[in-house]
C-alpha cells in the first residue's frame, strides 16, 4: 500500500488535473425516429414522462454535460433507469449520441468507425462490468490476457502484462486457477485485472461492485481506492449507491430521468444539495445512525486455541485483536497485540497466558452508533450470530472512523439544510 493510501488520500489526488471525458450537450432518444419530436420536446425541456407519452420514445439523455478530469475517479450516480448506462455508452460509443458531442482525450468519439473505433477502444479505455463476464474453461491468467490475445500480442509479453495486473489485485497466486474456484469478489477482482492489463488511461466501470455483499463490496471499494493510487487511471464509475458513490468519488454527478441534476465533490453533495431530490437522497445516507455492523465488520479469522504465542502474534498484527473460539465456533478469548507482547516480553510463548475474557460481543445487525461505547475499549468487539458464534471482528477504531466521517459530514448537512 503506498503511504498515499495507508492516509486515506486516494480521494481529491487529482482535484486539478486536465480534463480527458466531455460530454456536450449529449441527448438520447430511443425509438424509431430519434431525431423527431420527441427530440424537439426533450430540447425544450419537457420531462422525459411527457416526451413518452406525447411521442412514444424514450429519452436516455437530455443535455447531458460533464466533464472528468484526468487522474480522478468521477461517480455517476442515479436510480435505475435514470440515464447511467447510457451515458457510460457514449463514452465508448456502444450507443451513438441524438445530439451533441463525446470527446475523449481530444478525440471526437462518435465520429470514429470500425477499426479505428475498435483501436481507439482498446487502447483507451478497459471495461468493468456488474456481472464478471469471465470465460469459465480459461484460467485466471488467460482470462485476464485475452483483450491482449486479440490485439495479438505475443504469448510471453501478453502474460508479463497480466501477471503486473494480477499482482495489482492481489491474485498472482491464482494466475492458473479456473473462475469457478474463486468466490465473487475475487471474479471481479480479475474483472479489473483484466481491464487493467492493457494499461488504459480510462476504466469504465458499471455497477462493478453492485454484485457483491456488502462486506465484500466495501473491502472492493478500498481495494480500488489503493490500486488508483498506484495507477493514477480515470475512473468513469456508475452506482446506484450514494453510500459508494460518496465513498469512492472525487466528484459525484447526480443523474434522474436522463438528466444531470448535480456534479460536486461529496461534501458539496452532503452540504449543498442543488435541488430538493438531491436533498431527500442525503438524508437516507448512511448516517452513522444507520450504518450496520455487518458493512464494516472484517472476516473473522479466529486464532487457533493450540497456536504458540509467537505464531499468533504474527496473526494480530495491525487489527485491534483476534478471538480464539471453542469447538461450535464461539468466540471465548481474544488476543491483542498488546496483551501478546506484554507475555512475550515476560519470557512465555503460551498463548493462554495472553488471552482476555472481557471482550465485547454484538449481533450483525447492531448499528454503530449502538456500538460507540463499546468501540471506546479499543478491542476488537466480536460479531456473533443468533447461535453465538463468531461470524465477524469488528475494528474499534473504524466504528470511531467511520462515525467521525460521517458525522461530520452530516452535521454540515443538517447545518446548512435545516438552519
Ligand atoms: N437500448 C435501449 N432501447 C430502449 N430504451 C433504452 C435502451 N437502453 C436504455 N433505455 C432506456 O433509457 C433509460 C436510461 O436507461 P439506462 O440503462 O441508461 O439507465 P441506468 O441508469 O443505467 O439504470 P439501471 O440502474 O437500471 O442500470 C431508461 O428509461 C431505459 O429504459
Ligand atoms: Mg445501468
Do not use: W
Not at 437522497?281 to 487457533?304: A, L
Amino acid at each position: 500500500m503506498s503511504d498515499d493510501a495507508a492516509n486515506g488520500q486516494s480521494k481529491g489526488a487529482a482535484a486539478d488535473g486536465d480534463e480527458i471525458i466531455r460530454l456536450n450537450d449529449v441527448y438520447k432518444i430511443f425509438g424509431p425516429q430519434p431525431r423527431g419530436r420527441a427530440f424537439e420536446l426533450a430540447r425544450s425541456g419537457v420531462p422525459k414522462n411527457d416526451v413518452q407519452r406525447l411521442s412514444g420514445h424514450v429519452v436516455g439523455l437530455t443535455d447531458v454535460n460533464f466533464s472528468v478530469k484526468r487522474g480522478e475517479i468521477f461517480v455517476v450516480m442515479g436510480l435505475s433507469g435514470s440515464g447511467k448506462s447510457t451515458a457510460i455508452r457514449m463514452v465508448n460509443k456502444l450507443y451513438d449520441v441524438t445530439h451533441g458531442e463525446v470527446l475523449v482525450d481530444g478525440t471526437d468519439v462518435q465520429k470514429l468507425e470500425g477499426t479505428d473505433l475498435q483501436a481507439f477502444r482498446r487502447q483507451k479505455m478497459g471495461m468493468v462490468f456488474q456481472h464478471f463476464a469471465l470465460f469459465p474453461h480459461r484460467s485466471v491468467i488467460d482470462n485476464v490476457g485475452y483483450g491482449l490475445k486479440v490485439q495479438r500480442v505475443d504469448r510471453s509479453d501478453r502474460n508479463d502484462a497480466s501477471m503486473r495486473a494480477l499482482s495489482l489485485v492481489g491474485l498472482a497466486a491464482f494466475a492458473d486457477h479456473r473462475p469457478a474456484q474463486l468466490s465473487g469478489g475475487m471474479q471481479q477482482r480479475v474483472g479489473l485485472a483484466r481491464a487493467l492489463a492493457s494499461d488504459p488511461d480510462i476504466l469504465l466501470m458499471d455497477e462493478a461492485f453492485s454484485a457483491l455483499d456488502p462486506l465484500i463490496r466495501r473491502q472492493m471499494q478500498d481495494e480500488m481506492m489503493e490500486i488508483q493510487d498506484e495507477v493514477h487511471k480515470t475512473i468513469l464509475f456508475i452506482t446506484h449507491d450514494l453510500n459508494e458513490a460518496l465513498r469512492i468519488g472525487d466528484r459525484v454527478c447526480i443523474m434522474k430521468d436522463g438528466a444531470v441534476v448535480q456534479i460536486g465533490t461529496p461534501e458539496e453533495i452532503l452540504t449543498e444539495p442543488a435541488t430538493g431530490y438531491v436533498a431527500e437522497f442525503v438524508q437516507d445516507v448512511d448516517q452513522g445512525r444507520v450504518i450496520k455492523v455487518h458493512e464494516v465488520m472484517t472476516e473473522p479469522r479466529p486464532i487457533p486455541a493450540d497456536m504458540s504465542l509467537s505464531d499468533a502474534l504474527t496473526l494480530c498484527q495491525d487489527i485491534a485483536g483476534r478471538f480464539c473460539c471453542d469447538t461450535d465456533g464461539r468466540p471465548i478469548s481474544l488476543l491483542t497485540a498488546a496483551d501478546g507482547l506484554r507475555a512475550r516480553s515476560m519470557g512465555s510463548n503460551d498463548l493462554a497466558k495472553a488471552l482476555r475474557s472481557d471482550f465485547d460481543r454484538c449481533s450483525p445487525d447492531a448499528t454503530l452508533n449502538e456500538l460507540y461505547a463499546s468501540a471506546g475499549r479499543g478491542l476488537s468487539i466480536a460479531v456473533v450470530d443468533d447461535s453465538g458464534k463468531l461470524i465477524g471482528n469488528l475494528d474499534p477504531r473504524l466504528i470511531m472512523e467511520e462515525m467521525g466521517r460521517v458525522e461530520g459530514l452530516i452535521e454540515g448537512f443538517e447545518r446548512e439544510v435545516f438552519m
